[in-house]
């Protein structure tokens, strides 16, 4: 069993900037290929960046590129999620969640992959 834990969301101006952390506990995430994502009010759940176990591989949403940065630190159980430059449309429940890959460095993108999610973080974005 993975627990995740998401924070740092908040009320931000459109422009601004947050930074997500995803901590995990149970067990290593070395194994893991992580995801964000996230699920604005009436809609469903939408992938936004995923990255392999090693880091060495990753992909965004075509909506984040270019603004939104994850990484992560296997020593320390975490996952981040770097947001700038933020749009009133960015509003949503960020959920971080794990992928049980023990073999290769490969990336998933789609809800129904992931075993493990968070809480989840709401992030407002102002106008």
């Known amino acids: 069993q993975v627990q995740l834990v998401e924070s740092g969301g908040g009320l931000v101006q459109a422009g601004g900037s947050l930074r997500l952390s995803c901590a995990a506990s149970?067990?290593?995430?070395?194994?893991?290929?992580m995801g964000w994502f996230r699920q604005a009010p009436g809609k469903e759940r939408a992938f936004v960046v995923t990255?392999?176990?090693?880091?060495?591989?990753?992909y965004y949403a075509d909506s984040v590129k270019g603004r939104f940065t994850i990484s992560r630190d296997n020593a320390k159980n975490t996952v981040y999620l770097q947001m700038n430059s933020l749009k009133p449309e960015d509003t949503a429940v960020y959920y971080c969640?794990?992928?049980?890959?023990?073999?290769?460095?490969?990336?998933?993108?789609?809800?129904?992959?992931?075993?493990?999610w968070g809480q989840g973080t709401q992030v407002t974005v102002s106008s």
């Open positions: 149970g067990r290593t995430l070395s194994s893991y290929t």
């Open positions: 969640a794990a992928d049980w890959r023990p073999l290769g460095d490969v990336l998933s993108y789609t809800v129904g992959e992931y075993d493990y």
């Open positions: 990255i392999s176990r090693s880091g060495g591989r990753i």
